[in-house]
């Protein structure tokens, strides 16, 4: 008789949960055919090990069956909150809109009151942005709610691991946008939220702190756009946004870039160019005087990649409407800790620099695809 004991563990997308095959199998050998006494024997000598196992095996069972539950209800709240965001992108009123929007917010918190949601990965429609932080540790939804009029209101939910507590928590996010002053300077929370639908989180350590810097978009009105770079960090157990982690910028805790809506402006983190000059001193030869020259030398990083913008028109300066790309790509490079501005990177498609002096970076196609405008990365 030999008993064999198989486990199984489901993939973390079903929240890693644990399966217990037991089986017992006789080989046909002789040992079947004793008699009665020695089969005796024989089940004496097994029968506790075999009893403790079949008891270690139904309990472990029992766990998987309600992993099964447990998979099978986030499901249930993935399929009807699809519905819900497919109606907040649908719906033909702004009433019906803002409702589907409510209950979205109020399913999505059950959700994540259940246990291990955290682990769930979830798998919604493009309206709605969902991003995870490598650790596991940190998570935020976004999404915008058009108005008839063309003007965004975005909302959002951040689930994070709070230390001090050993646990995860969640917060909504209340979009203060329009009465938040000194936007590139203010730290901020998520009851005064900077409103935006995130496109990327890219996770820093600095200090002995793990920070996560979010890159987003908010399409405000039918005259301007916004993107923003936007860090933000756990704080006494609570999400802050914005951090002093840009070099040389004292009082930035953020970057926003507004411009006019007719514009097309570029934002993502990428592996990029990195031109540096380097400049040596070197006798002239045959004399004793000394040359200065200039090294160029080109290495490759990963780095936020942005447009710069500018009014289209001078003296328009603080008219987002009238701000559109100056034809420069700017980046920051994670360098020691912060973020640091690097005004020679050059974008590269294939073997061909891109920038003044070439051609323009062309731009990507649209990732959220609203009713009445359309963002580009």
Known sequence: MRLIIILIVEPEENMGRLILVVGVFFRGNKNLFLDDNKKTSVALRYGMNIKRTIILGLLLAAGTVVGAQDKALMQSYQSRLSSLIERIAGAPTDNERYLASEEAVQLLCKALDEEDSERWKWTLPDYVSVLTAPNGNFRIFSWAVIR?????????????????????????LNDKSEEIMNREETVLSADNWLGAIYQELIQVEAGGRTYYTLLGWN????????????PVWIKGGEPQFGAPLFRRMRNQRRVVLEYSNDAMVSLSYETQIIQEVEHKREKVKGTNRHRTIDIVKEHKEKMIIFDEVEPQIPGMEGLYQYYVPSGTELAYAFI?????????????????KLNKDFSPLPKQAPSYDFNTKTEKK
């Open 148 to 172: 008839d009029n063309g003007e965004f209101e975005c909302f959002g939910i951040v689930q994070y691991y709070n230390e001090k507590e050993e646990m995860f928590e969640y917060r909504l």
């Open 219 to 230: 399409g405000v009105d039918n005259i301007t756009d916004r993107k923003i770079i936007e």
């Open 336 to 352: 020691d800790g912060k973020w640091e501005l690097r005004k020679g990177a050059q974008g590269r498609l294939g073997d061909k």
